[in-house]
């Protein structure tokens, strides 16, 4: 039996309030399609008519990017610049109280606010954890590096959330980011003691501790960043499930009982703690590794990177280096040599102190890489050093397929300026990077330069 098909409306035929089919969904389903949009989208549909006054107040999801929403005042006097602020910040509170949903499934904060604003990001937190969310991220990063390093201005998570008897109930928390968020290790102990399904925990910029320990038989932990924690000389890390590991400023890390690791971002350069000390702290680890980051300063002189072990499963090596004046890159190929079955690597180059100079290109080392397709510079500055640090790839890997060049300064922050001396510097960096490098790429490798 053929079905009859229905007449389809003539050419210019408007579709009545009766052929609006969207509004014929149940409320369930168009509170699931609102929450695939913006809050301030899905805020919008209010006024479309009166059954969609209090569906957007039902979403499982809010995230209020406010980097993105402020950016345009960052040309703004200061005096404009706060108040827009504390325009956006009154709009996402008053979202916040008029939310219906009992249960939600993220709440995404970002954008710069301070201990200054605590009453209110306290009621934030409350908020969240009363509506049992999954996935909590406070990213209070300021919009510049003026403000970067001063933990004395971050908000203090409360308290009284540690130390009383709490009536929230936090075992649907799986996901937990606090950036440029004071918590003391008493309140990191919190969370791993009432959040038994926690599998990402992310601390960025904080104090007040000396020592940290994130270890237990049963913890669920499988992402774990601990990044600028002011004043931390030791770590020790327990954790059966982790695979991906990021931490940065700190004298020294123990590592226990992590077979499941294979995924390590450490910094080498920002504090004490240096190359020499890194390896025997992962030693037993390095060869199950197939994702390495690490943050190294200047170590002209230093024959630390000579030493790295073999590491037969890493794939990917990713170096952030902070280099001085002229000197050489050539010593970091000691730990793509080191990984036998590299396939992708790339250099983030400081800008912070270097300069050109004429002197003659260094011969580099011989070594034959069989599986190394992609490379990528981003930070690349035109000096001799840097471009022999490509020229040995080109003369090394057997399989290269594309050499990506980013000519433009790594930035420090989200939106730091690019001042009219940053430009100048971009501006000279093009040109030194088409002069020296068009010409020298084979056919074969497909070189790919940023504008």
Not at 427 to 448: F, G
Request: with cysteine; charged share 25%.
């Amino acid at each position: 039996m053929v079905r009859k098909r229905k007449n389809l409306p003539k050419k210019g035929y408007t579709l009545g309030d009766d052929e609006d089919r969207i509004s014929e969904l149940p409320d369930d389903i168009l509170v699931v399609i609102l929450s695939l949009l913006s809050v301030k989208e899905a805020a919008s549909t209010s006024i479309l008519c009166s059954r969609w006054i209090n569906l957007w107040k039902h979403t499982n999801s809010l995230d209020f990017d406010g980097d993105a929403a402020l950016y345009k005042t960052a040309r703004l006097k200061k005096e404009l610049q706060f108040n827009e602020m504390r325009k956006y910040v009154r709009w996402v509170d008053s979202i916040i109280q008029s939310h219906k949903s009992h249960t939600i499934q993220k709440l995404r904060i970002q954008f710069f606010l301070t201990k200054k604003d605590a009453d209110t990001l306290t009621k934030w937190f409350e908020y969240a954890f009363s509506r049992q969310v999954p996935s909590l991220e406070i990213d209070l990063s300021p919009p510049n590096f003026i403000y970067f390093g001063n933990p004395n201005l971050n908000y203090v998570f409360p308290q009284e959330f540690t130390t009383s008897a709490t009536c929230f109930d936090l075992k649907h928390l799986k996901a937990l980011s606090l950036k440029f968020v004071t918590v003391t290790r008493e309140a990191i102990e919190f969370f791993l003691n009432n959040c038994p399904f926690l599998e990402k925990f992310i601390v960025h910029h904080t104090k007040s501790m000396s020592k940290l320990e994130i270890c237990g038989s049963s913890l669920a932990l499988k992402h774990l960043e601990l990044c600028y924690f002011f004043g931390l000389d030791s770590v020790r890390i327990s954790a059966p499930n982790l695979t991906s590991l990021t931490i940065r400023v700190f004298s020294e890390l123990i590592l226990e009982n992590v077979p499941m690791l294979d995924e390590l971002r450490v910094g080498c350069g920002y504090s004490d703690f240096s190359v020499k000390k890194l390896l025997p702290a992962y030693s037993a680890y390095i060869s199950q590794l197939k994702s390495l980051t690490l943050f190294l300063n200047n170590l002209k002189g230093s024959t630390d990177l000579c030493k790295f072990p073999e590491m037969p499963k890493l794939k990917k090596l990713v170096i952030a280096y902070c280099s001085v004046g002229e000197d050489s890159l050539l010593p970091l190929t000691s730990l793509i040599r080191a990984s036998t079955r590299l396939q992708e690597f790339v250099l983030k180059l400081d800008w912070y102190q270097l300069s050109r100079s004429d002197r003659e290109i260094e011969t580099s080392v011989r070594f034959p890489h069989e599986y190394l397709k992609v490379v990528k510079f981003f930070g690349y500055y035109g000096r001799s050093s840097d471009y022999e640090f490509v020229r040995y790839f080109i003369d090394n890997c057997v399989v290269l397929e594309r050499l990506i060049i980013d000519p433009h300064c790594v930035p420090y922050a989200p939106h730091d300026p690019i001042t009219p001396t940053k430009l100048a510097k971009e501006v000279t960096a093009m040109e030194c990077t088409k002069r020296q490098l068009e010409s020298q790429v084979p056919a074969h490798i497909e070189l790919v330069i940023i504008p």
